[in-house]
Nanobody
Framework: QVQLVESGGGLVQPGGSLRLSCAASGSITSFNSMGWYRQDPGYRHGLRRELVAAITSTGTTNYADSVKGRFTISRDNTKNGIVLQMDNLQPEDTGVYYC????????WGRGTQVTVSS
């Protein structure tokens, strides 16, 4: 059993910063990769989660084009988790952010709301 718990969401003005954290607990202590996905509230065709940023067990990172240069993902080995530093946030970054971990299967947290609005 794996549990992922996210924290750090909230309301911020455009240009502001937030820091999301994800802590993993359970039977798996080393995931192949971990990352953050965003659920777009405006997507008309149902639920869709798009990759925001991910990091592998070897430290390789991958970012969505829209967040390159603004977001930074890193590992938090003290919590067997990850951190997403989000700077220069824009309204289009608004959504529910889900922590994901991969090891044979995909594991998901419950999500944390990020709202960027003036």
């Amino acid at each position: 059993q794996v549990q992922l718990v996210e924290s750090g969401g909230g309301l911020v003005q455009p240009g502001g910063s937030l820091r999301l954290s994800c802590a993993a607990s359970g039977s798996i202590t080393s995931f192949n990769s971990m990352g953050w996905y965003r659920q777009d509230p405006g997507y008309r065709h149902g639920l869709r989660r798009e990759l925001v940023a991910a990091i592998t067990s070897t430290g390789t990172t991958n970012y969505a084009d829209s967040v390159k240069g603004r977001f930074t993902i890193s590992r938090d080995n003290t919590k067997n988790g990850i951190v997403l530093q989000m700077d220069n946030l824009q309204p289009e970054d608004t959504g529910v952010y889900y922590c994901n971990a991969q090891y044979i299967y995909d594991y998901w947290g419950r999500g944390t709301q990020v709202t960027v609005s003036s």
